[in-house]
């Protein structure tokens, strides 16, 4: 019997670990933005050069400061452990995903305010987190600090969800090529609420201003109003950062809202676009 035992522990535990690695495969396979090597920034001097640019958006044209912001990210700049950027522990949803069985298949859906995410940080903005949000309220400053003109967030975008299917075991590995980035940019004098808000990365992306033939509006600059139609992919973009400081512990007060039913959103941004 002890023999017995042991032998079914023994084999528990090698179906246990089957059944990691099967799950480890099926996320990587599921994955379109992962890549055979890590993707991390090569060309040192090029980010060197434009990091200075990068950190302030109100000095230069916007179309100009669009291509400058790709070629960082594009660069894998904001990936530069050595000079101190850190990211998300992994790929998370912005929002519930729900799977559904029919018989024997299982279909899911995603209700997520855009795709699964990861977010970087630059040094600045490491440091404000750390010391403005810590882990434990009660460490909380009385006086909460302002967060430094420079400072960046960068969220990364990943397709298809739900986030699992992009948790493989090197984060590195992920390229955003399909979804692109959103960037916040802090720079307090530029805007009434602080911030460069742009959102680039994705593979064949060109600046949208001057706007095209269309007149779409522009993704990228301060206070920027998202609407639908074409840049409906990004529509979400800037409010899931713009609120992800303010609303990251449950005891901070939240904003109030209402379930918004399928298709209601794009609705009223096709309405708002027509009586503009």
Request: aromatic share 8%; net charge positive; proline share 9%.
């Amino acid at each position: 019997m002890p023999y017995s035992s042991s032998a079914s522990r023994r084999a528990l535990l090698i179906a246990v670990c089957l059944g990691v690695l099967a799950g480890s495969a099926r996320a990587a396979s599921l994955c379109a933005d992962e890549q055979p090597t890590p993707q991390l920034p090569t060309d040192l001097a090029l980010c060197a050069e434009l990091d200075p640019i990068v950190r302030k958006p109100n000095a230069l044209p916007l179309n100009q400061y669009e291509r400058q912001l790709n070629r960082y990210v594009s660069a894998m700049c904001h990936r530069n452990f050595a000079a101190g950027w850190q990211r998300d522990k992994t790929v998370r949803d912005t929002g519930p995903f729900v799977a559904t069985q029919t018989g024997t298949t299982w279909t899911g859906e995603a209700f997520a305010t855009h795709a699964p995410v990861l977010i970087w940080y630059s040094p600045e903005m490491m440091a404000w987190l750390l010391a403005n949000r810590p882990s434990d309220p009660a460490q909380t400053p009385a006086q909460i600090a302002p967060i430094p003109d420079g400072a960046i967030m960068v969220k990364e975008m990943y397709s298809p969800p739900p986030a699992s299917a992009c948790r493989i075991d090197d984060l590195t590995r992920l390229r955003p090529n399909t979804q692109g980035v959103a960037v916040m940019v802090r720079d307090s004098k530029a805007a009434r609420d602080g911030w460069f808000w742009g959102a680039v990365g994705w593979a064949g992306y060109q600046p949208d201003w001057p706007p095209p033939a269309g007149n779409t509006p522009a993704l990228a600059g301060f206070g920027r109003a998202i609407a639908g139609g074409p840049v409906g992919r990004a529509a979400a973009v800037a409010y899931g950062v713009r609120h992800a400081v303010g609303l990251r512990r449950a005891a901070r007060r939240t904003l109030p809202g209402s379930v918004v039913k399928r298709g209601e959103l794009a609705g009223h941004a096709a309405r708002g676009e027509a009586s503009r």
